[in-house]
């Protein structure tokens, strides 16, 4: 007994020392290349998925991001929508759910292909020694709130759409103004999407919008950290259902000096991360379960991560020090 | 010959009376000069794989009341439609339809005619017999039979509760003189949403589409990499494949007609194959262009068969086949769509917010100001 106990610390401790960068970067590396180039294989696992496997990706796509389907379903004509059909959107939706209480937000950090770019073009600026950019506090206030407006927005006009109140034109009207749309089949060679609709004034402001976005994407990844997670809908969405999830992230506060390292290498600016000492599930709505945070803390289980209960990846001195150092050797 | 004899029409069905079809030039012209040089209708008889020119002309063989087909869409409203429906893709094709709320229904119309938008409804022949088989997803592969329409304008009504293709096939048999006149109108329907069971949809892609036991057929070949919401567009190419009890049918000659009845011909090869590019002939002012807009192509597929034998108790010397297939386009996006549109705006964004960032950022940085301490003090 006392022989497994002190092999599961060695695991543990092996665990809480791990490179994670390095670590998060293959898993991205093969989440990428398993959603935007699975298809090639045939692999399909659905279209509930709650990332930017887009489906504008025709040919390489392994999944569907979960937010095409949701407004189709939703742009439905109202007696279908509001009739037997809607068991297949309520249906979705708990499948959904079902994707996203395995990883949490954990898919945004280490397993969404547009987040995995945008943590690209970050390397790339800081390659080329370009320092990056944050908000005040106050920008940080007001743009936090921009995902649920979308959110509702990708809710209510694909209603008005199946109410006739829109114009099918705007259908899907997330996926026309996402960047996800442009910039993922681009990785496959199809550029189809790098134009815009004259078909009808709405599509055309639609795709115009789409593609502007994408143009303030690259350049807004390019100097800010993540800079679309802070506008994503699915972020949004994700937080709402979060309660269940087995993927959490914890603080422990009576341990915590609140140094504000964690703060410090947080993508996501998430100030709470470091003043908060009262919250026990730390996770905030921007958060997208990097684990930096974790990794970036010296003090002994202040910060950790848990799987059903069960620690994953804690804090600790050592793990930090570690840490610290390789990253030293790599700054040289 | 038999290019006289087929001028005489050999379906159980005709044109209602009162619809009676306005094709361009005389009905039946094209096959008088095919009876006279004792060639197919259009002209000489065309070589295998090889397209004849367009003409918009009622030609190559069919009777003057014309083929029979299947329509998704009654006469005067099926001139195209934005196909608004979430529910269902193409056949390259025919969408869904149905109630809301209820079980979903599809309901399909014989049509007489060899343009998709002046073909008038189909009237029953006393003297034919007919049969109606529906090839569902849940189905045996030789299908059930379904009921003839009571009255032509009622269509041909059929549930669609499973996702898959859905297949009706209208068989009609009448004997004119010493010819077995066997007439198959196809249609295939498309039954996909974006909910449900994906293994059933999986399912539905992988059926096959073929009756085995149909006199004749033509099967729509699926364009590579074709998914559940497929659509064929004008400028694609489409291949068709034309069988005989399951087998390919060589030498049959084969009519695409376009929504505006724009006509090209062809013989298929030794595989019972043949492809036509489907045109563009869509042409609205601007302001009432529809991407959506849903055009009709009908696909009549003929061939003669020198086999005797008793229908009815009647002899005959040789067979008449005809097979139809209706489907739907929609408009090119090359044709409202624009790459250089797309990528000046983008780059044009993407040019303004990066010098925008890169100012923002300039005028910020505070000018380095030595300052020193003299410690000695």
Redesign the interface.
Known sequence: MKQNNSRLQAVRDAVNRVDLNSFRFWLQLAAFALFVYGGYFAIDLGSRLPLFSCAYNDEGRAAICYLLPLQHQLSQPWPRLFSIASITVITGFLTFVLWFIFLNKGWCGYVCPLGTIQDWITALRRRLGIRYSRYSQSQFAQLTRVKYLLLALMILIPLGIGGGFFSHDMSPPFCLICPARMVLPMFTGDVSQFTIDFSSKTAMIMTAVGISITGLFLVGAFVKKRFFCFFCPMSALHYLISKPALLKLKKDGNKCTRCGDCYRVCDMEIKEIADDVKTVNIMADDCIMCLKCVASCPEEGALKATFAGIPILESTEAGFIKRINKGCSDGK | MLATLSMNGYCQYSPAPGKQLELGGRPGAAMDRAAASGAPAGGGRPEAGNHRSNARSDGMGMHSGGAIWLSDAPPMRGGGS?S?N??GGGMGGMNMGGG???RAMKRLWPRAGNDPQKSSFAREDAQASTEILLVTPSSTPEGEPLPAPAESHTGIAFEVPAQGYYRVYLTTRKLQGKILNVCVAKAEVANF????D?EEQARGMQAPRILESAPIEIVRERQP?E?MFFQLKSGDEQPFVILQKGLPLPSARVRFVSHQGWSREAVSDEQGRVSFQVIRDYFPPWGE????FKATYLVIAEANAAESGNYQGQPYTSVRYQATLSGSYQPS?SD????A???G??????L???VA?YLY?RRRVKPFVEVRFDEAK
Do not use: C, D, T
Request: proline residues 3%.
């Open positions: 934005r608004g979430a529910r809301y709320g209820g949403g974006h909910g449900g994906e990499n998914k262009f529809q991407k959506r996006p409202y769509m624009s790459y549109w797309g990528l705006i983008g780059l044009l964004i993407f303004f917010s990066g960032v950022r």
